[in-house]
Each structure stands twice: as C-alpha cells, then as structure tokens.
C-alpha cells in the first residue's frame, strides 16, 4: 500500500482549484473538474487576456493548463518519502487554435515511479471536441533531504576544493589564483 505525500482528503477538485488561486493557474482561470490520482480534468473560459498579440490564443494559456494538471497529477502521485517534485522536461505539439469558448485538458499517467513521473495532457476546446494540443512531461520526484546529501558529496569532492567542477568528460580544476587545468579525459591533468 502505498502512502502519498497528500492524504485522500486533500485531493480533490476544489482543493486542487483553490491550490492555484494567487498563482499562475489562477491567473489563467483554471478550474479543476476531475483530481483523482490516475485522471485529472480541468479548463479556462478564454478571454482576451489569454490572447497572443497576434490575436490567436496564446500557446502559454495552453501549455499552462496542460502543465497545471499534469504537476497536479503528480503531486497527487508523489510518496510520503518525498518532499516535492520538478519538471525536468515537456513537449507540446499543437493542432488547432480558438478565439473564444472554453478549453478542455485531461491528463493521465503514463508511468508514476518513485524517481520520475511522466504524465500525457490532451487539450480540447470544449464546444467543438477539436483537439487543440497534445502534451507530455516528465517530472522528477525530490527526495526528503536529497539536495543536502548533494551538497555533502560536492563538498567533499577533490580534497574539499569548493572549486572543483566535473562533469561527464569534461573536468575543470580552478585554484587559488588564476591558474585553470582543463582535461577532456575526465582525469585531471
């Protein structure tokens, strides 16, 4: 049985709306209509603030709506054993634009582990069923305590230098002073 981060009682539609008042959701009008763990569904009524200024609706509106519901669907997911999760990748494709009406989103899971969630969004507008968009992200779940674990190891890293960088097959060494070592062996030299 797993134990979430958010007990049953606090995932639920109205919570999931009020959660995005004062922040970017509400911002856009995001309404959640369906928070369960494995679906959520929500929309905005378009007005014209949510317009590009070349009078289409902006892809932001759109890619804030699908995200929105995607982190929310996420968040809903994450265990007990984690403090939180980030976005570390989202791809959209778009198919059709609208001037007015309401749009439509529904995300779903794709895969929900206990390092990386990815989530699939459809967007729609909801008087004509066209779909609009599609989108995929992938979120990675944080660890209660992981980024000071983190910073222990990079701190105790080449002898305590807080200088030393290494990444991939790339080193770089800086020293007191001006003097650098570049290595593309990813030894230093």
Known sequence: MTSYLLPDD?????AFTQRGEGNLPGHLGLVVTVMERGRVEGHFDIVPTHHAPNGFLHAGSVVTLADSL????????????ASGFTTIELKSNFFATALEGRVHARATPVHIGGATQVWHCEV???????RMALFRCTQMVLRKGAHNSARRRSQNSRNNNPLYYKRRHHCIEANEGTK?????????T
Do not use: E, F, M, W
């Open 10 to 14: 606090q995932v639920s539609a109205a």
């Open 180 to 188: 650098i070592r570049i290595s593309y062996s990813g030894k230093p």
């Open 70 to 81: 995607c982190g929310y669907g996420t968040l809903a997911n994450v265990s007990d054993t």
């Open 124 to 130: 729609t507008h909801a008087d004509t069923g066209k």
